[in-house]
């Protein structure tokens, strides 16, 4: 959101509002108010208190690892999974999708991390998860059959970020790192109504490399953040409670509806007041821009340890050359800094992508089959191949 939109933003709710007062307001429209009001899509992400200790223990030891600046850029795979009704209408198109990705990647780009599609968006028709409301399910786990695990088990693909964007009636949910063995769950969901939201995305991928909300725990006295940031203050415990970051302001989470903390609430502790960061991507306010610092080493600490396993399927090593000669029946892209050499047949069905630095040769023998897709480019491992 530009700055002058920010500010443009709350009078322009305000005069949506004035001029809708005197209407009067059936059910259908009641609810085009609430979502006008509600501006921020909602995420149901939290850390349980049964999850606290372990969270704890798999920050610190990311931390350990204790990367705070990235020397390179990290591509980080996604696959899009979109729910349409069985005709293929409804839904994103994929498009919509790689816009989604784009703003994510603008709010990741500080850190060096950058998403890339490691295949073709998967486009999933059915009539009856469309008609599905996405619930996220908090007691139940590995082994059950409730929509988001059922659409996951049928189309999950392994060591990647999968991104469903369903029909969820309003909410988002993520996955924290320690979802994978304790609930067998590995995947982001995402509501359809709640695209175009510039940072939705990146908040969700905040959980996925975990981040909590800066507001975690905020009501719960054994574990609320309090304000002080003053080491020597008795009050001072930001380093243990909330989000477990000192460099996100304690956050009571009591925003208005436009990016102004209210004014109530207190830590319970000192008499400071909050100053919580109406900016932050972690928060709940309307007017999420960035992460802090203390954030970014968490997710580059986390995609070196908890995420190391994410990896594209469908993308060779960087190799200086490849001289290729085997048959090519699935979807892989071949990447060297030199060269690569082919005399393989492309099968029907194949989709085969040649990435070198300096040249591609098809030699005598190398045959690219009606039915299949070819393509040689000249880049060399510089980008994440995008599937045609
Ligand atoms: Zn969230």
Known sequence: MTQSFKHIFPLLITFL???????????????????????????TMTLKKVEREKYVQSVISEEAFNQTRMDGTYNIPVQFHL??????????TAAEAATELAQANIRYAGMGVEFFQCSPVNFIDDDVLWNTVFDHDWDNFCGQTNAEYQIANANNVANVVNLYYVNTDGWNWSSFPSYVEDYCKDWIILDIDDIGTTTLLAHELGHYFNLLHTFQDHNDPDYNEHITRNVGNSCWNCPVTGDLLCDTPADNNSWDNACNWDGTGDDGCSNLSFTPSEENIM??????????????????N??????????????SDCETTWNLSSTQNTMYAYQATNYITSTSDVNSGANSVYDAGNYVKLQPGFHAKAGSTFSAILDGCWAPVIFP
């Open 302 to 315: 986390c995609i070196l340890t908890s995420r190391a396993y994410l990896n594209c399927p469908f993308l």
């Open 17 to 43: 509002l004035m001029i809708m007062s005197p209407l009067k307001i059936d059910c259908q429209d009641s609810k085009k108010v609430n979502d006008i009001i509600r501006k921020k899509p909602l995420c």
């Open 83 to 92: 729910l349409r009704m069985s005709n293929g209408t409804g839904g994103l």
């Open 283 to 300: 928060s709940y306010s309307d007017c999420p821009e960035f992460f802090t610092e203390g954030q970014n080493n968490r997710i580059i």
